[in-house]
């Protein structure tokens, strides 16, 4: 039972100076539309970079570069790539080869990469 005066955290976006920033707690959400019009939302920590992430995405929208970040991690979907990919040519990909790319996935790649999101790696990393 809760004691008087007692309420939970608000989990209600709280209106800011700047159009499209809402403060949630301590941290500060930008919603923005994506090029199909659909409402997403991105968090920052603060309202500087809550702007700096408006601008950017309100820009990559405009000039058709935006990319829509995903959760999936690097680990999920190797698991998913390995069974479905078949191979660059018209002969496909051997039983062998499969097999030996598994087993570089499951030593080297997923050790190193595995719980970051796919969508945060590029070619730098």
Do not use: C
């Not at 301590?26 to 939302?41: A, E, F, H, S, T």
């Not at 499969?98 to 080297?108: P, T």
């Amino acid at each position: 039972m809760r004691s008087e005066g007692y309420s939970a955290p608000s989990r209600a976006l709280v209106k800011t100076k700047t159009p499209g920033v809402y403060k949630r707690g301590g941290r500060y959400v930008v919603l923005y539309r994506d090029p199909n019009g659909r409402q997403r939302k991105r968090s920052a920590a603060t309202m500087a970079e809550a702007r700096a992430v408006q601008a950017d995405l309100r820009s990559a929208v405009a000039r058709g570069t935006y990319r829509a970040q995903s959760n999936v991690t690097f680990a999920e979907y190797a698991a998913t790539w390995i069974e479905s990919y078949g191979g660059r040519t018209s002969r496909g990909i051997e039983a062998h080869t499969r097999a030996d790319y598994r087993k570089r996935l499951d030593m080297d790649a997923i050790p190193f990469f595995g719980r970051i999101k796919l969508a945060a790696i590029e070619p730098r990393t």
